[in-house]
């Protein structure tokens, strides 16, 4: 069997060829993709402008926002335009940065919710000791470290993926470049890197894990322990939010790269891919938004002076 190597394009066989009503389904991702972008990049816009949302938790909001926007901008544009155009290919070097792309910027995500976890962990259990130890310079090297610690495994996993002989079929069952779908093509022995894989995604997963579940643990003792009803009443709103973005962003990558291939099939993987890549980030300004009082004020008192604006203009 000729050993073709990755200088050949890949065919993506994404969502739409599985739907029977794939107009339809374009035009729903279509919104999605908008509503993503525009949530998100408003999200942004409101937390900068707004001196009362200039701390730590909004700061790590709109890093959230901002790798939201990129996430689904790696895969959504590209999956939109082959459907339009009736062109699915898809270029060995394409598919090596949109695989690179992707795992830096969900690997830095992991990291970034376990940071998020971190902060309320100080802000509920620490109080007095809150702006020393989650100042601008601390935040700051947080975010960074979630950003090279996400990119050592997009620059681990992506090169190694990539260099594998392809004597397969050229077609990808999925709607990007995902790594477990991309190895289903080689002929060579993967068994060996399918457990490297397996063990660099439960270190990339362990290590955040661990942060959350015990940054929440110590805040669950301290709500108990709070006389204030209205104090255990807002706390309990600030961290249901992003109990809620860590369930269903870690759900999915447990699912990914962590179940046994048995449990696998390529239209099962496309679905799950598809909610965590496309869905999740028109879910996360929401729940951040929707559930919070600060934001939802910034918002109310941002809309109050456009009017106002308007009015004087007029």
């Given at each position: 069997?000729?050993?073709?190597?990755?200088?050949?394009?890949?065919?993506?066989?994404?969502?739409?060829?599985?739907?029977?009503?794939?107009?339809l389904?374009?035009?729903?991702?279509?919104?999605?993709?908008?509503?993503?972008?525009?949530?998100?990049?408003?999200?942004i816009f409101?937390?900068?402008?707004?001196?009362?949302?200039?701390?730590?938790?909004?700061?790590?909001?709109?890093?959230?926002?901002?790798?939201?926007?990129?996430?689904?901008?790696?895969?959504?544009?590209?999956m939109?335009?082959?459907?339009?155009?009736?062109?699915?290919?898809?270029?060995?070097?394409?598919?090596?940065?949109?695989m690179?792309?992707?795992?830096?910027i969900?690997?830095?995500?992991?990291?970034?919710?376990?940071?998020?976890?971190?902060?309320?962990?100080?802000?509920?259990?620490?109080?007095?000791?809150?702006?020393v130890?989650?100042?601008?310079r601390v935040?700051?090297l947080?975010v960074?470290g979630?950003?090279?610690?996400?990119?050592?495994?997009?620059?681990?996993?992506?090169?190694?993926?990539?260099?594998?002989p392809f004597?397969?079929?050229?077609?990808?069952h999925?709607?990007f470049?995902?790594?477990?779908?991309?190895?289903?093509?080689?002929?060579?022995?993967?068994s060996?890197?399918?457990?490297?894989?397996?063990?660099c995604c439960?270190?990339m997963?362990?290590?955040?894990?661990?942060?959350?579940?015990?940054?929440?643990s110590?805040?669950?003792?301290?709500?108990?322990?709070?006389?204030?009803a209205?104090?255990?009443?807002?706390?309990?709103?600030?961290c249901?939010?992003?109990?809620?973005?860590?369930?269903?962003?870690?759900?999915?990558?447990?699912?990914?790269?962590m179940?046994?291939?048995?449990?696998?099939?390529?239209e099962?993987?496309?679905?799950?891919?598809?909610?965590?890549?496309?869905?999740?980030?028109?879910?996360?300004?929401?729940?951040?938004?929707?559930?919070?009082?600060?934001?939802?004020?910034?918002?109310?008192?941002?809309?109050n002076?456009v009017?106002?604006?308007?009015?004087?203009?007029?």
């Amino acid at each position: 069997m000729a050993n073709h190597t990755g200088q050949l394009d890949f065919i993506l066989v994404g969502l739409f060829s599985q739907s029977k009503h794939p107009a339809l389904l374009c035009v729903v991702v279509v919104v999605i993709f908008l509503m993503a972008l525009s949530g998100n990049s408003f999200l942004i816009f409101l937390i900068h402008s707004d001196a009362h949302l200039h701390n730590p938790m909004y700061f790590f909001i709109s890093q959230l926002s901002l790798m939201d926007v990129m996430y689904i901008s790696v895969t959504a544009p590209k999956m939109l335009m082959d459907q339009i155009t009736g062109v699915s290919k898809i270029s060995a070097p394409e598919c090596g940065m949109q695989m690179f792309l992707y795992l830096t910027i969900g690997g830095s995500e992991y990291f970034l919710l376990a940071a998020m976890a971190y902060d309320r962990y100080v802000a509920i259990c620490h109080p007095l000791r809150y702006s020393v130890l989650m100042s601008h310079r601390v935040c700051l090297l947080l975010v960074s470290g979630c950003w090279i610690l996400g990119s050592v495994d997009g620059f681990m996993l992506t090169p190694i993926t990539m260099t594998f002989p392809f004597c397969r079929s050229r077609e990808i069952h999925h709607f990007f470049c995902e790594v477990p779908a991309v190895m289903k093509l080689s002929c060579s022995d993967t068994s060996l890197y399918e457990t490297l894989m397996y063990l660099c995604c439960v270190l990339m997963l362990l290590i955040p894990v661990t942060v959350i579940s015990s940054s929440y643990s110590f805040i669950l003792l301290t709500i108990h322990r709070m006389s204030s009803a209205e104090g255990r009443k807002k706390a309990f709103a600030t961290c249901s939010s992003h109990m809620a973005v860590v369930i269903l962003f870690y759900g999915a990558a447990v699912y990914t790269y962590m179940l046994p291939s048995s449990y696998h099939s390529p239209e099962k993987d496309m679905v799950v891919s598809a909610f965590y890549t496309i869905l999740t980030p028109v879910l996360n300004p929401l729940i951040y938004s929707l559930r919070n009082k600060d934001v939802t004020g910034a918002l109310k008192k941002m809309l109050n002076e456009v009017s106002v604006f308007q009015k004087t203009v007029k």
